[in-house]
């Protein structure tokens, strides 16, 4: 079992910035990829950024790519989501995801395993 637990959500003005934080436990942080995802209302929950198990490779969503960062600290075992640059259409409920692929980062939603809770991101114009 793989418990992930999403922070750092609120509402930002267009433009704004926040960081998104998901923390991991019940497993070695290290050994599998993890993914962003977000849902807004009315909508299909979507792929937005990835990131191998060392870093080595990430993927994000085109809607996101230039704005939004993902990384990780795996002696922290917690991932991030730095978005800059934020607008209105990125409001939506925020997800953290894990999946045990080590090189390359999927974008699809039904290869991961676990999911976290999700954070509310509410952008304003």
């Known amino acids: 079992q793989v418990q992930l637990v999403e922070s750092g959500g609120g509402l930002v003005q267009a433009g704004g910035s926040l960081r998104l934080s998901c923390a991991a436990s019940g497993r070695t942080f290290s050994n599998y990829a993890m993914g962003w995802f977000r849902q807004a209302p009315g909508k299909e929950r979507s792929f937005v950024a990835a990131?191998?198990?060392?870093?080595?490779?990430?993927a994000y969503a085109d809607s996101v790519k230039g704005r939004f960062t993902i990384s990780r600290d795996n002696a922290k075992n917690t991932v991030y989501l730095q978005m800059n640059r934020l607008k209105p259409e990125d409001t939506a409920v925020y997800y953290c995801?894990?999946?045990?692929?080590?090189?390359?980062?999927?974008?699809?939603?039904?290869?991961?395993?676990?999911w976290g809770q999700g954070t509310q991101v509410t952008v304003s114009s």
């Open positions: 990131i191998n198990f060392n870093s080595g490779n990430t």
């Open positions: 995801a894990a999946t045990e692929r080590l090189w390359t980062p999927p974008m699809d939603r039904r290869e991961y395993k676990y």
